[in-house]
């Protein structure tokens, strides 16, 4: 059972132009989300992330959008650089007994920005 | 600050061998998360340890195991190496105290030959 979902593997955009990522997940109990970006042979970096109460973050070019009636957030890239591009997976956090936490990814969108 | 470290960055061993992996977490951080990359299953959870005691666990078999020293250091041993096994492991640091204030290592590289 996939908790979260990443439908689309690969998107490709214009560089200067907007790139929206997006990610459903199906447990109520996540908290947090989470948005990596990865490059190959190496670990995800940490790129922004969205509390369940919270429907909005900004950060620079990067903004997360959680709609959680839908069950479903995204990603928006604004503008565009080549150096985005990459794979960028989807987190999901639920706060466990004790204080622990896992995270839960999604299987990740490959991003190509073209110059 | 440093980041969090791994080594060795890669490995290469023999079915049936067994392996342990290594990872220094951020300095002040408590919690160490496993997680093993393959490309059918993207990301999964393996474990999680907080202060030496494992507080989480996914749903490996129990030829996953790990542990964690008194510094927060960490290691995962793999017994008895299957080819299925072959993967980028990656250890993730956090303060443990919710947040999701993850950060994750470079990654060791298995393959399993």
């Known amino acids: 059972d996939q908790q979260v979902k990443q439908n689309s593997p690969s998107l490709s955009v214009q560089e200067g132009r907007i790139s929206i990522l997006n990610c459903d997940y199906t447990?109520?109990?996540?908290?947090?989300f989470l948005w990596y970006k990865k490059y190959p042979a190496e670990g995800p970096t940490f790129l922004i992330s969205?509390?369940?109460?919270?429907d909005k973050n900004e950060d620079g070019r990067f903004t997360v959008f959680l709609n959680k009636s839908a069950k479903h957030l995204s990603l928006h890239i604004v503008p565009s650089q080549p150096g985005d591009s990459a794979v960028y997976f989807c987190?999901?956090?639920?706060?466990?007994?004790?204080?622990?936490?896992?995270?839960?990814f999604g299987k990740g969108t490959k991003l190509t920005v073209n110059p | 600050k440093a980041g969090v470290t791994q080594t060795p960055r890669y490995l290469i061993k023999t079915r049936g061998q067994q392996v342990t992996l290594s990872c220094s977490p951020i300095?002040?951080?408590?919690?160490v998360s496993w997680y093993q990359q393959t490309p059918g299953q993207g990301l999964q959870f393996l474990f999680e340890?907080?202060?030496?005691?494992?507080?989480n666990k996914g749903n490996f078999p129990g030829r996953f195991s790990g542990r964690q020293f008194s510094n927060s250091r960490s290691e995962m041993n793999v017994s008895t190496l299957e080819l299925g096994d072959s993967a980028l492991y990656l250890c993730?640091?956090?303060?443990?105290?919710?947040?999701?204030?993850?950060?994750f290592g470079s990654g060791t590289r298995l393959t399993v030959v």
């Open positions: 447990n109520s109990m996540f908290d947090y």
């Open positions: 987190a999901a956090s639920a706060l466990y007994q004790g204080g622990s936490e896992k995270l839960v």
């Open positions: 969205i509390s369940s109460i919270k």
């Open positions: 300095s002040g951080h408590r919690s």
């Open positions: 993730a640091s956090s303060p443990g105290t919710g947040g999701s204030g993850y950060t």
């Open positions: 340890y907080f202060s030496e005691t494992q507080r």
